[in-house]
């Protein structure tokens, strides 16, 4: 990326233009070129990445096989990508009461379709045409091509407002969130989950943080600056879920030793099971890693959750 093909942006949140750089950075999982400048806002703290390229042009460089848009599955992987879902069904239902939800961003359609076969009406909106135009072909699912904002729903309709792995993607977060709100019932719940920048993980690999990923996630956020843009549009927090997996961690690990990382997102990362060690080694070594990874490792990603350390965050947002 050269840098003439760069914007520079004011602060999505206060508006200001002083900017900290905190560190620079590369894109480790598709390998768009060059460094990319990861700043503080100095007026409200809000990290972002600023530089940053056009919004017009960032669509176009979203690759095909960016994970949540992989679309050519057979029914078994279909069944299995939706099983993997159920935890964030599990998160919403503690808060949400069932009825009609939206998810935005919602991919290849594996969350609505959780959320349908228990008993949710669904609807979605999606940014890529194709991912959209499957959603509706191919699984019948109700889904607008498009961003939230451009979508204009009816206001108070939805139960449920879902942002899974979205939120830090997005331009405008303060505008998206007000008219969340606004096409949300009054008593309705938003619940999105993101990267936690205050995670003891993003201070250990600093640049080397898995989660960075630019130049696609704009904004980087901390339950402190998240507190602040809920309270911007008058809602509330209600809770704040921290996890941490071994997907972020053991990607963070390989890029810091330098390794190349398989192109995979952060999709399922906030899930509160971490994934086991597979891979082509013999049967006794992989036992052994499993060992140490249920005995030490595990138990080690917990306790960062209950610091409020976690590598990611789950937000509860309730409209009152
Ligand atoms: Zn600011």
């Known amino acids: 990326m050269i840098s003439s093909e ?35 806002c100095k007026n409200c703290s ?3 990445l600023n ?31 939706v099983a993997g879902q159920e935890g964030r069904r599990i998160l919403l239902e503690r808060h949400a009461q069932k009825g009609f ?12 379709l959780c959320l349908k076969q228990a008993g949710w ?14 959603q509706r072909d191919s699984l019948g699912l109700d889904v607008k091509t498009g961003s939230l904002l451009s979508s204009r729903f009816d206001s108070e309709i939805f139960d449920a407002i ?20 606004r096409v949300l019932k009054p008593g ?29 996630h704009i904004y980087h956020y901390s339950p402190k600056v998240m507190k602040r843009i809920v309270a911007e549009t008058e809602m509330k927090i209600e809770k704040v879920y921290y996890s941490t997996t071994a997907t972020s961690l053991i990607s963070s690990m390989r890029i810091a030793k330098g390794h190349s990382i398989s192109v995979q997102s952060d999709e399922n990362a906030n ?13 006794v070594k992989q036992f052994a890693k499993n060992v140490v990874f249920d005995c030490a490792i595990v138990p080690a990603l917990r306790f960062a959750d209950l610091l409020r350390l976690g590598a990611y965050t789950n937000y509860v947002i309730r409209k009152t």
Not at 6 to 21: M, V
């Open 162 to 181: 879902t942002f899974w792995s979205v939120f830090e993607h997005l331009y405008d977060p303060l505008e998206t969130l007000a008219e969340a709100k």
């Open 188 to 216: 309705g719940v938003i619940a999105m989950s993101m990267p936690n920048f205050d995670s003891l993980e993003r201070m250990v690999f600093r640049s080397k943080w898995f989660c960075l990923q630019p130049p696609f």
């Open 121 to 134: 009406r669904v609807a979605g909106c999606e940014l890529s045409e194709k991912s959209a135009a499957f």
């Open 46 to 48: 809000l990290v972002s």
């Open 271 to 283: 899930d509160a099971t971490p994934t086991r060690i597979s891979g082509s080694e013999s049967r």
């Open 6 to 40: 760069l914007e520079k942006a004011p602060c999505a949140i206060c508006g200001g233009i002083e900017f900290a750089e905190l560190f620079k950075t590369r894109d480790y999982l598709y390998g768009v070129p060059g460094e990319f400048s990861i700043s503080k």
């Open 101 to 112: 939800a939206l998810d935005v961003g919602s991919g290849d359609g594996r969350f609505l």
């Open 51 to 81: 530089p940053r390229i056009p919004k017009e042009r960032i669509a176009s460089l979203y690759p095909d096989n960016y994970e949540p848009y992989s679309m050519s599955f057979s029914q078994e992987m279909l069944s299995k990508l």
